[in-house]
Each structure stands twice: as C-alpha cells, then as structure tokens.
C-alpha cells in the first residue's frame, strides 16, 4: 500500500519559496535554501502546480474502504424541527438533496425525529421527496444530543445511506458530530458547496480560516458521507405535488432515549425583529453610532424593511446590543440578501462574518473604512442623517 | 474538581492577509493565539474553581511542539496545569481522529468537567467538542453562556440556540462548549506570568495515551482535504454620489426595492 508522501526534489528547487507562500497549513519551510516538508502536511496538493521547476510530487495512499460502499444507498436530510415547526434550513437541504439524489438515481429521504408530527411529515411529502421516516417518540419531541445522535445512528447504520445532510444550525452541529463518532464516519462542517462526482463522491465545499480559504473536502472510505450546511445558501425546495411517497412512522428502541441532559427551561430571545441567520435582510449598527440610542433607528430602519438587526463586536462590547445580536468572527456568521452596515468600520473580525452576502450597502462617515472594501454600495455621510433619511424614504417617521 | 479545559493553538486569522497576485492565504509572520472561544473556556474554568474554592485547572492541547507556548500563555491567566499530546501519529487529523486523541488523553485524566470553545477560528467546524463527549460516551452541552450551577456530578448550564436559550441540567462528567458571552477573560497577572515561565508541561505521545496510531492523525481520518482555493474576491462597488443625505437616501432606498427583497 503506496503511503501519502509529498516529495520535493531538492535538485529542482531554486529556493524560491513560492510553495511556502501557498501552504494553508504553514507546513513548508525552508532549509539550507531548499523547501522541506513539515508534520503539518494534510496532502492537499495546493503546493503542487505553484512549483514553476515541478520540483513537487505527491503520491497519496489508497485508503482501503472501511466499509463496502456499494451497499450503502440514497440521500438522506435532517429533518430539523423546533417546536413541531420544520426550519427553513430543511428545505433547502430537499432543493440540494434531490439534485444529488437525481444525479445518483437514487431515493431522497427526510428523517425526522419528534412527536406528533403526523401533520408537517405529510406536508414534506408535497415536496420534491420520495419518502419521509418519523420517528415519533415523547422524549424526542425537544432536542436532547444523547437521544437525538443514538436514534440517528441507529437507523443509519441498519439502512444504510450514502449521503446525510444536516442544517449547520446549533442543534445540527451540536449532535451531527456524535452521530459521525457513532457510525465511524467523515462530517463536514458548514459547507457552502455540495456536488458529486460520477463515482458517488461528494465534494463538500466550506470555508476556512475565516472565510481567508475555500477547501474541498472528501470522505472517500467512510459512509454516510456526511454534511451540515450552512443556512441561506442552497436554493430552498418548492411544493411540487411531491412523488407519491409515503411516510413511514416508526418508534425507537427504548435504551437509544437515555439522556442524561434534562431540559428544565426555555428562555426566548424577546425580539422585535426577526431572526439573524434566516433574515434576509440585516441591518447593523457600530461604534459609528456613538450612543445606544442609535440602535433605536437601525431597529426601525430594520422593521420597515421586514429584516433584522445586527450589531458590530464593539457596540456588543460596549453594551448596546446583546452578544446575540453579533456579527463577525466571535459572533455569528451571517449571509443575507442585503447587509446594511451603519456606522461599522469593517474590522477583519466583522469583515468575516458578513462579506459573503449578495449585496452590502456601507454607511460611514470615514471615506477610508474598510467596510467600504467590501460594499456593493458606499455612502460617505453622517448615520444620523442618512439612516433617518432613508427611513423617512420608506415611508416611516424619523 | 478535576477541570480539564481543551484548547488549540491556532493562526491569528484577524492578521491573515491575502496575497494579491497569487490570491493565496499568506501565513508569514502571522502570530500564533490560543483561539479566542478557548480563552473563555480557562476564564471558565478558573472561575469555577475559585468559585468552588477547591479544585485544579489543566489545559491540554494537541498540537506541535510550538504548542507549548499557548498551554503557557493559559497557566499564566490561571490554569494549575498543562498537557502536551504531541506526536507525527497526531499530525494531520479530522476532527474524527482529533476527538479521539483527545478523548483517549482525558481517559488517562479523569476530568468532572471538560470545558472547551465551541469552536476554533481556524477550522471552524465545532465538532471536536461533541465528538470528544461521543468517544468518551459522555453527555455534552454546547453554546454554553452561563454556568448556573456546577457541583460534583451536576451542572445546570444555559445554552444559546438561535431563537433563545435552553436551560439544561446535564449529568457531569460532561463536555461544555462555550461562547463569548459567557464571561469576559482577565490578563495575565505578573504572579502568573512567573508561574507560567516556570510551570513543568506534561507531553505524551501516542504510547502514553495507549493509542493506535492507525486509529489518529491523518490514517485515522474519515475526510481529506481535496483542495483548497481562494474564494472569489470582493472588490469595492460604486461609491454614490448625492448632494445630501437625503438624495443619497433615495437613491439607496431606489436601489434596495429595485431588489425586490423588501
């Protein structure tokens, strides 16, 4: 069995470190004036065309298949519902699913775990789906990891998928990884990018050191291979009348429930406005604001626009706005239709939680922010003037 | 209380510049952190101890032999104790062979609680903290703001979820992933910093966690990296122009219901 190896041929390099440059792993450095190979390596070939002297080969091992990957069949989505309602992000996962699904000729599944769901598993079927599993159960009527990743895995394993796809929602990413422990298998985490090769193979594209690299990810030996993706990025299912599918309502061994987390309460964001990572629209305000009553027209400005409100880490940190409200690398990452950024300067931090929404509109009074950088659209002016402005243009009192 | 929190030494992602003739991340010179989310895990764990009055904070990591600076920098802000899991059979893991290290090393330290971020800036995948819970058959909480209560065998933890919070009682030992608004992290104290040049760091390999290595770092991963690429880059738009607020306004707004998103 051929091992992964990265050589570098020391009689063809020059030294001239452009494989250094390209590492995203920083595991090239250079010695005596000759490019060598660090522990970091993960063989992704990036440094492979970047050598002009094609002083750079790379074998890489063929991984014996830990399972035998033809037995295993069918795409299959995280049904994901919070208080019996399915989320937005499930739909989008049928839109993705069913494309796979075609290319494979193969059956798309939803899987949904809860109780009493006999209305909205009926109504999954409207959609372009070829069957839904229910597993209706009391204790799985919330989400709890222990039960939720056992009863998962557990039909995985007995049914065999080739492909399962979550949202890359909290509870998504929370007990997805359990599920991957439990069957011996690959997760991707948030992927933006979801195709497959002829062969089966699902490409899985995300992003990485904050949004700076786009890696493609394989799980070649393993299966399911398995995927949670992010929100807002697929293109989301329509009712199409559906395939004749049935749901088929199962129950779950009684030692997959155990939990030992107890769900005592649930405390709800009171909010005004709508969710940050569904909104298609954002509007969020900064230390530009200079106060935290200057919250009070982006809230309006958001409401009249039917999007939500977001907040730099600055206003966060200076108590303006509630940490959930954040946007950025220690907050959340968002993708909207259209970002309104208002008094925010766009520090990398918050650069990286937003710049991958389709339309940015920046508000600054400095012409050199670098939110402006990123902006489809740039004002230079005053918030205090432009936001109510733009408010009264709405048709609302500022 | 044994409190063994996970951290991971990564690249300051904030000082990551894109080279702008081969579009390619440029790691030169870029200043290596203790990632963020698990600078507020030790602040945690250090408060739980002087909470409780009683107790010991280690910090682990897996990572290369430069690593030590990061467990350093974390006993200088409080921790007791660190512990190195550095080998070649570590090198190149997923978070599937990661977790796994890990878990087998907390095996060896029988922690009450691990606590870690709930994700790191470089990767950002947040599955290394489930799937430690998952290979020790432990329970697990993530997107833990706030620790109510913590007492041999029982916490009672808030957890942020999109829409609000859940309160949940979780049976310890337990993994607890946690986010920024948890707490806010001290700075080193000079006592600390002393204490931090002077601290003794345990590093194992992979006989010292009794592990496979066919099981760990890159041979023991489910994914590969295929390749990686530089997202399309965003240029800067059109700057509009207008007399006044307002006529700016208008043309702002024009432009938003020319969407159709409203």
């Known amino acids: ?398 | 209380m044994n409190i063994v929190v996970c951290i991971k030494q990564v690249p300051d992602t904030t000082n990551v510049r894109i080279d702008p003739v081969t579009n390619t991340l440029v790691r030169q010179g870029v200043e290596s952190i203790i990632n963020p989310f698990d600078a507020y895990a030790i602040e945690e764990g250090v408060r739980i101890r002087e909470r409780l009055g009683e107790g010991k904070v280690t910090v682990l990591t897996m990572g290369p032999p430069q690593a030590e600076s990061a467990l350093r920098e974390a006993i200088a802000v409080g921790a007791d104790d660190a512990t190195l899991l550095c080998s070649r059979a570590f090198a190149g893991g997923d978070t599937w062979s990661t977790s796994l290290t890990l878990a087998l090393a907390l095996k060896k330290m029988q922690p009450d609680v691990v606590l870690a971020g709930k994700q790191a800036i470089d990767g950002d995948t947040a599955q290394v903290g489930p799937g430690i819970s998952c290979h020790l058959n432990w329970p697990q909480a993530c997107y833990v703001s706030k620790i109510r209560e913590i007492a041999k065998g029982r916490a009672v933890v808030e957890c942020l979820m999109e829409t609000g919070k859940e309160v949940l009682e979780v049976q310890l030992p337990a993994v607890l992933t946690v986010v920024k608004e948890i707490n806010e992290p001290r700075l080193p104290s000079l006592k600390g910093k002393m204490r931090a040049k002077k601290a003794q760091i345990t590093t194992w390999d992979e006989k010292a966690i009794d592990c496979d290595p066919e099981w760990v770092g890159l041979k023991g991963s489910p994914t590969a990296v295929n390749r990686t690429f530089s997202p399309p880059r965003r240029g800067g738009g059109e700057m509009i122009q207008a007399e006044s607020a307002s006529d700016a306004a208008r043309i702002i707004v024009g432009k938003i219901k020319d969407l159709k998103i409203a």
């Open chain 1, 1 to 398: 069995m051929a091992e992964n190896a990265l050589i570098i041929d020391a009689g063809k390099c020059v030294g001239c470190q452009a494989c250094v440059k390209v590492c995203p792993f920083g595991a090239l450095s250079m010695a005596d004036k000759k490019a060598v190979v660090g522990d970091a390596c993960t063989f992704c070939g990036n440094c492979v065309p970047s050598c002009k002297f094609n002083a750079i080969t790379m074998t890489k091992a063929e991984k014996k298949a830990a399972v035998n990957i033809d037995e295993w069949k069918g795409v299959w989505v995280f049904g994901e519902q919070i208080d019996g309602v399915i989320q937005g992000v499930v739909y989008e996962l049928i839109g993705k699913g069913r494309e796979l699904a075609d290319k494979r000729g193969v059956p798309l599944t939803v899987v949904v775990p809860g109780h009493g769901m006999d209305e909205q598993c009926a109504d999954l079927l409207q959609y372009p789906v070829d069957a839904v599993i229910q597993i209706d159960e009391p204790d799985l009527k919330h989400y709890a990891s222990e039960p939720y990743a056992r009863v998962i895995a557990d039909l995985i394993a007995k049914r065999k998928p080739e492909i399962f796809l979550a949202g890359a929602t909290a509870i998504g990413r929370s007990f997805l990884a359990r599920v991957a422990v439990e069957v011996h298998t690959g997760l991707t985490a948030d992927c933006t990018g979801l195709d497959i090769t002829d062969e089966g193979l699902l490409l899985q594209t995300r992003p990485a050191f904050g949004g700076n690299i786009m890696a493609s990810i394989l799980c070649a030996k393993h299966r399911p291979q398995m995927s949670t993706v992010r929100h807002k990025v697929m293109q989301a299912a329509k009712k199409d009348g559906g395939r004749n599918g049935k749901v088929e309502k199962i129950g779950a061994d009684g030692k997959l429930l155990a939990s030992r987390t107890k769900r005592l309460e649930w405390l709800p964001e009171m909010t005004e406005t709508v969710n940050l990572v569904d909104a298609d629209i954002i509007v969020s305000g900064g230390r530009g604001l200079g106060k935290p009553e200057g919250f009070g027209m982006i809230e309006q400005l958001a409401k009249l626009l039917g999007g939500a409100v977001g907040s730099s880490r600055a206003a966060v940190d200076a108590g303006w706005k509630p940490y959930s409200h954040q946007v950025g690398q220690t907050g959340k990452t968002v993708q909207p239709k259209l970002y309104i950024a208002c008094g925010i300067s766009g520090a990398v931090q918050h650069l990286v939680g937003m710049s991958s929404s389709d339309r940015i509109i920046a508000i600054n009074k400095d012409p050199e922010a670098p939110i402006f950088s990123v902006a489809t659209w740039g004002i230079v002016g005053d918030v205090y003037e432009v936001v109510p402005a733009m408010i009264r243009e709405l048709g609302g009192e500022a």
